[in-house]
């Protein structure tokens, strides 16, 4: 099984849009993808819910109930999993390019998986 860390950005993309590629793939793909995300995610979706709620003209449990069916496939790791030099190793990755990855970066070295993002 693959093991795919998801950063904040494909899981708004799936929130957004439940019927589009990346949502069922996170989704239905649960047989062939293990997706992990650091507990990080949870504060950066929850900022955005309202513009998220706005985007998608979702009514407050319309929006929790998309929220969850996404997000029950993901295993959210704390932060205090992680060992710290998978941390320095991310944040040196991601000094010059977005220091924002950090977590998502440290995650997929830790539990040996690919980095699902919609940066270039």
């Avoid at 990346?22 to 929850?46: C, D, L, M, S, W």
């Avoid at 929006?63 to 295993?75: A, D, G, K, P, S």
């Avoid at 704390?78 to 390019?97: D, F, G, W």
Wanted: one cysteine or more.
């Amino acid at each position: 099984m693959t093991k795919i860390v998801v950063d904040s950005y494909i899981i708004f993309s799936a929130i957004l849009n439940t019927n589009s590629r990346v949502a069922q793939i996170i989704i239905n793909g649960t047989r062939y993808y293990k997706f992990f995300a650091p507990q990080y995610v949870r504060h950066e979706i929850f900022e955005h819910k309202d513009k998220l709620k706005k985007t998608a003209k979702l009514s407050n449990d319309e929006f929790v109930n998309i929220y969850e069916l996404i997000i029950r496939n993901i295993t959210i790791l704390n932060h205090t999993l992680v060992p710290k030099r998978n941390y320095q190793q991310a944040m040196e990755i991601c000094e010059s390019i977005d220091i924002d990855d950090t977590a998502f970066v440290a995650v997929a070295s830790y539990v040996g998986g690919n980095l699902w993002t919609g940066d270039k």
